[in-house]
């Protein structure tokens, strides 16, 4: 990029394609797999020789679509899975950092945002639970 920053456009194909080509841990899949149901061939991976043959072979259209949408079918499944997956994790590493507090006015269970320094000040939940 140059020191301006401002062709920082022309580099946005590049970046689209590796983020594209990118597993993603939440999921499991590459976004590119996601959308057309087999993992992607890049330039590089003839250069060097990487292209497997494991791609399957079909007879007709028909074929290919029905295999095509078998396997969109069960890498969405899948990636469903490792979301919830995940999306439970990180609801156990947020509960770790947060303190839990007992609002005393309402009976309820409440936590208080303001431990972890995200809000502060007057117009917060927490301020007008204490006057």
């Known amino acids: 990029m140059s020191e301006n920053q401002k ?23 590459t976004p590119y797999e996601l959308v057309m149901g087999q993992k992607s061939r890049m330039p590089i991976d003839i250069v060097l020789g990487n292209i497997s043959e494991d791609r399957p072979k079909h007879q007709t259209y028909v074929d290919y679509v029905e295999d095509l ?4 079918i069960k890498s969405h499944q899948i990636a469903r899975e490792h979301l919830g ?10 509960d770790l950092k947060v303190k839990p507090r007992s609002a005393r006015r309402s009976g309820t269970y409440t936590r ?7 809000l502060s000040g007057k117009n917060t939940i927490s301020a007008h639970l204490k006057s």
């Open 69 to 72: 949408r078998e396997r969109l």
């Open 7 to 29: 062709d920082w456009d022309s580099h946005l194909p590049a970046v689209l394609c590796a983020y594209r080509a990118s597993k993603h841990e939440s999921t499991g899949f």
């Open 112 to 118: 208080d945002a303001t431990r972890l320094g995200r």
């Open 85 to 94: 997956t995940a999306a439970d994790r990180r609801k156990q590493e947020y």
